[in-house]
T-cell receptor
Framework: RKEVEQDPGPFNVPEGATVAFNCTYSNSASQSFFWYRQDCRKEPKLLMSVYSSGNEDGRFTAQLNRASQYISLLIRDSKLSDSATYLCGGDTGRRALTFGSGTRLQVQP | GAGVSQSPSNKVTEKGKDVELRCDPISGHTALYWYRQSLGQGLEFLIYFQGNSAPDKSGLPSDRFSAERTGGSVSTLTIQRTQQEDSAVYLC??????????????FGAGSRLTVL
């Protein structure tokens, strides 16, 4: 079992839709989680950190569910510019982030 | 520098040759990471350096891979006797201190390696 798993998608949604991604992790000792965004042929860039209390930044909301060992990302009012691959990362007990394989989102006009 | 700088941006080599990939982290960042990303795949952790501590090499896929970090700054990832399965984008990242919930990674643009 991979340490961090994501549904690869693609998620094809119309503009204005709400879309949610989940990411599961296997190490219950993991403490820190992040969502990164990666555009095609570009490097990943931090989208937001994930806190136990939840984290909201504009149209984006991240949640952590420790009991079920998953993190989620909710995007409201999707824009064409949100089309990208979304990578979740967690510390999984090692000193460097372990990433999932990414979830591809395609927002369509 | 303003960001994480990697070179070369593209490298095409023949199977069996050695390659060196360079990473220049953000000035003052003490932690440095190497990942690789194959086409359509996620990020695979390779190695992590933090200050003067022994590096975490647990992600290196074989003994053909090695990395060093000189003077706590620039890092070089070396792949010996390259194989076609080594073809990938090699991404370097740095963070201000050792990884914790308070520190996030800034990635370079990557070095795209193609082994013919």
């Amino acid at each position: 079992r991979k340490e961090v798993e994501q549904d690869p998608g693609p998620f094809n949604v119309p503009e204005g839709a709400t879309v949610a991604f989940n990411c599961t992790y296997s190490n219950s000792a993991s403490q820190s989680f992040f969502w990164y965004r990666q555009d095609c042929r570009k490097e990943p860039k931090l989208l937001m950190s994930v806190y136990s209390s939840g984290n909201e930044d504009g149209r984006f909301t991240a949640q952590l569910n420790r009991a079920s060992q998953y993190i989620s990302l909710l995007i409201r009012d999707s824009k064409l510019s949100d089309s990208a691959t979304y990578l979740c990362g967690g510390d999984t007990g090692r000193r460097a982030l372990t990433f999932g394989s990414g979830t591809r989102l395609q927002v369509q006009p | 520098g303003a960001g994480v700088s990697q070179s070369p941006s593209n490298k095409v080599t023949e199977k069996g040759k050695d390659v060196e990939l360079r990473c220049d982290p953000i000035s003052g960042h003490t932690a440095l990471y190497w990942y690789r990303q194959s086409l359509g795949q996620g990020l695979e952790f390779l190695i992590y350096f933090q200050g003067n501590s022994a590096p975490d090499k647990s992600g290196l896929p074989s003994d053909r891979f090695s990395a060093e970090r000189t003077g706590g700054s620039v890092s070089t990832l070396t792949i010996q006797r390259t194989q076609q399965e080594d073809s990938a984008v090699y991404l370097c990242a740095s963070s201000p201190t050792g990884f914790s919930g308070a520190n996030v990674l800034t990635f370079g643009a990557g070095s795209r390696l193609t082994v013919l």
